[in-house]
């Protein structure tokens, strides 16, 4: 099929399919993930190019709308960010060795799922790089199995993600509105009552184009350099933000500050969302054709434990995150957004900010996710040298 008409397709399919509410309970972004993972599965492909033009539009976005109060509450709040992105991250690795071993499964097949069930492809990639050490040491000429436990992981780590920060509101009463209410006051104060952040631009700021585009290129642009900057780290090992993280953090340095000298980099909110569910939505399609192909032929030779391993992984730390987030009384909608940071999901940050139609609860997953980020990354490397 043209790759063309298959993107378009995806997207509306997708869409339909997440517009479906069963007990007020939707998917709907992600709807487009299980769409595009069964045209994956058929042999469909998207050029790379467009899940990661998705990603960094989505982070960079994120960052931008969340900038104004990320500082604030970070500085107020690091300790409990910190906290639970490691516990997410550790349980989730510590789950993984005495399940996999439970169920006799590989240890590069365990650790690919591992970062599936997160949803971290620089997990991925240190996975990949990692357990083909592994092997290459012991001798062993086979393949890395790693992309291929992501794979099985990666559609529940999403969609699960997805689920949970929409029911777990119901389940501990949260009323919303009235939640999101109180959110917005604790990080804007006295802000309350401005119009619409991003589109009062001082009169002494000079503005080069009016619908924000041009912030939004050079949040990327220089999200992608920073992103490509490897920090080395003991044993040989190394770190980056990659795609994911530059973007973020450039957008939340100048969704902050706003300006450089006289030229405003402020850009009108409506533009910001717009960008950041078209961000979403192309991550998605290019995310769920990639995990599609062959998806179906592994889960089937490999069993259905694969499958129930990264649903403990997904969940398990999520739950023992929450309940965490109540002893430190955390509010719960900004325990939802650093759950979405401590699992590195950006799917669950749009079903989130959906579920309350605010961004403030991006300025709490901003704040977890590059601890997260770390944790998994070294937690990938951990396991496969000590497995």
């Given at each position: 099929?043209?790759?063309?008409?298959?993107?378009?397709?995806?997207?509306?399919?997708?869409?339909?399919?997440?517009?479906?509410?069963?007990?007020?309970?939707?998917?709907?972004?992600?709807?487009?993930?299980?769409?595009a993972l069964v045209f994956g599965h058929f042999g469909v492909t998207i050029p790379a190019i467009?899940?990661?033009?998705?990603?960094?539009?989505?982070?960079?976005?994120?960052?931008?709308i969340a900038g104004p109060v990320f500082f604030r509450n970070f500085k107020k709040k690091v300790y409990a960010f910190l906290l639970l992105g490691v516990v997410i991250v550790v349980s989730g690795s510590l789950i993984t060795v005495a399940a996999g071993k439970l169920m006799n499964v590989s240890f590069d097949l365990a650790i690919g799922i591992f970062t599936?069930?997160?949803?971290?492809?620089?997990?991925?990639?240190?996975?990949?790089e990692a357990t083909s050490s592994v092997l290459a040491a012991r001798g062993v000429e086979t393949a890395s199995l790693a992309s291929v436990g992501y794979g099985i992981a990666y559609p529940f780590g999403v969609v699960g993600v997805v689920l949970f920060v929409q029911l777990f509101p119901k389940i501990v009463h949260c009323?919303?509105?009235?939640?999101?209410?109180?959110?917005h006051e604790s990080l804007h104060g006295a802000e309350i009552g401005n119009a619409e952040e991003g589109e009062?631009?001082?009169?002494?700021?000079?503005?080069?184009?009016?619908?924000?585009l041009l912030p939004l290129a050079f949040t990327v642009v220089f999200g992608i350099l920073l992103g490509m900057v490897n920090i080395p780290l003991p044993g040989g090992m190394s770190f980056s933000l990659g795609t994911a993280g530059g973007p973020l953090f450039v957008g939340l340095i100048v969704g902050h500050f706003g300006h450089i000298g006289r030229v405003s980099l402020t850009a009108?909110?409506?533009?910001?969302?717009?960008?950041?569910?078209?961000?979403?939505?192309?991550?998605?399609?290019?995310?769920?054709?990639?995990?599609?192909?062959g998806f179906l032929e592994v889960l089937m030779a490999q069993g259905v434990k694969l499958f129930l391993l990264g649903?403990?992984?997904?969940?398990?730390?999520?739950?023992?995150?929450c309940l965490l987030a109540k002893?430190?009384?955390?509010?719960?909608?900004?325990?939802?957004?650093?759950?979405?940071?401590?699992?590195?999901?950006?799917?669950?940050?749009?079903?989130?900010i959906s579920l309350c139609g605010s961004e403030d609860v991006a300025a709490s997953y901003a704040a977890t996710y590059p601890f997260a980020l770390i944790c998994v990354v070294l937690g990938s490397q951990f396991m496969a040298l000590l497995w």
């Open positions: 099929m043209n790759s063309f008409l298959a993107i378009f397709l995806i997207v509306l399919l997708g869409y339909l399919l997440g517009s479906v509410s069963i007990k007020g309970l939707s998917l709907g972004t992600s709807g487009i993930l299980l769409v467009v899940k990661n033009f998705g990603l960094a539009i989505f982070v960079g976005s994120v960052g931008m599936g069930a997160l949803t971290s492809t620089p997990g991925l990639a240190a996975a990949t009323n919303v509105p009235e939640a999101t209410k109180q959110l009062d631009k001082p009169d002494h700021y000079l503005s080069l184009e009016p619908f924000g009108p909110s409506s533009t910001m969302k717009v960008m950041r569910e078209l961000g979403l939505c192309l991550f998605l399609l290019g995310a769920g054709t990639e995990a599609g192909a649903i403990l992984v997904t969940m398990i730390p999520m739950i023992l995150a002893l430190i009384r955390l509010d719960t909608l900004t325990t939802l957004g650093s759950v979405c940071g401590g699992m590195t999901s950006t799917p669950a940050l749009g079903a989130l």
